[in-house]
């Protein structure tokens, strides 16, 4: 299982040149904030998505995609 810090990393760099934050909410979930990067406007917030379940390589893929997804969404809501 990853660290943390490198959930972080390869979640935040995913989404370059996007500005992403994605923080430890408790010691069992993380959150990630996506902006926009002329504005600095939040596009998206996702809260509590699981550590646990970002086991391997396949998880990380399906929750980036998961959240490229929304992002994509929350975009041609606006």
Same mark, same amino acid.
């Not at 660290?3 to 760099?13: D, M, Q």
């Not at 934050?21 to 909410?25: K, N, S």
């Given at each position: 299982m990853l %660290?943390?810090?490198?959930?972080?990393?390869? &979640? +935040? %760099?995913a989404f370059l040149p996007v500005k992403c *934050? *994605?923080?430890? +909410?408790s010691m069992e979930c993380l959150q990630v904030e996506i902006f926009d990067t002329e504005t600095g406007v939040r596009l998206l917030l996702v809260k509590g &998505?699981? &550590?646990a379940e970002l086991t391997?390589?396949?998880a990380i893929t399906d929750l980036i995609n998961a959240i490229r997804r929304e992002? *994509? %969404?929350a975009r041609l809501a606006k």
């Open positions: %660290s943390t810090l490198e959930l972080r990393h390869l &979640i +935040e %760099s *934050c *994605c923080r430890v +909410e &998505i699981p &550590i391997g390589n396949q992002l *994509c %969404s």
